[in-house]
Every structure is written in structure tokens, then in C-alpha cells.
Nanobody, 120 residues
Framework: QVQLVESGGGLVQPGGSLRLSCAAS????????MGWYRQAPGKQRELVAT???????NYADSVKGRVTISRLNAMNTVYLEMNSLKPEDTAVYYC??????????????WGQGTQVTVSS
């Protein structure tokens, strides 16, 4: 079993900043990638940012220049630093991990989600 535990969501004013954290624990043989997705009410879940164990990162166009994803590989932890937040960033943010649980078996896992609300 693998667990992803998120923290750091909350209410912030437009233009403000938030930092989300996600720690993966359990039967982890090797991480492939970790990242963040979000889902706003009435919309599909969408990619925010991902980071591979090789150091590659990918960002949604809507957050480029405002968001930074970083990893602490030794702790199986991923962070999402969000700046210049806009009301349209309001969503439930989900941590995602793609990893090997054994040398031959890999799967993907999701956190429980953390609410980010951008409002004055």
C-alpha cells in the first residue's frame, strides 16, 4: 500500500501565495514521477505540474511563470509553490505519484485532495 498525504491548502487573496506539500509513504520501490493536478467545480481534473525522478518538469500553460514544482527525493516528497494566485486557480488540488512497488510492478496513486480558494 502507498499513501500520499497532502498539506498546505487554504484561502488566499488574489495575488497571494501558497505552498502545497505531498509526502508519499508505504511500499515504494522506486518513484517515477510525482505531480499535482486540480479539479474545479464542474470541470475535469487537469494537470498543474509534474516532476520526474530524472529531473524533468512539466507545467500547464495556465500556471507557467507562477508555479514551481520541486522534489525532495530522499523523502519522497513533492512541493508546489504557487505565486500570483488568481480566482481561477480555485480548485481541489490532488497529489499524484507514478511509482514502482516492486522491480516489475508499477502503478499510480492519488492523494485525498486539498482545497485551494483564491478570493478577496
Amino acid at each position: 500500500q502507498v499513501q500520499l498525504v497532502e498539506s498546505g491548502g487554504g484561502l488566499v487573496q488574489p495575488g497571494g501565495s501558497l505552498r502545497l506539500s505531498c509526502a508519499a509513504s508505504g511500499s515504494i520501490f522506486r518513484l517515477i514521477a510525482m505531480g499535482w493536478y486540480r479539479q474545479a467545480p464542474g470541470k475535469q481534473r487537469e494537470l498543474v505540474a509534474t516532476s520526474t525522478s530524472g529531473g524533468s518538469t512539466n507545467y500547464a500553460d495556465s500556471v507557467k511563470g507562477r508555479v514551481t514544482i520541486s522534489r525532495l527525493n530522499a523523502m519522497n516528497t513533492v512541493y508546489l509553490e504557487m505565486n500570483s494566485l488568481k480566482p481561477e486557480d480555485t480548485a481541489v488540488y490532488y497529489c499524484h505519484a507514478l511509482l514502482y512497488t516492486t522491480p516489475l510492478s508499477h502503478d499510480e496513486y492519488w492523494g485525498q485532495g486539498t482545497q485551494v480558494t483564491v478570493s478577496s
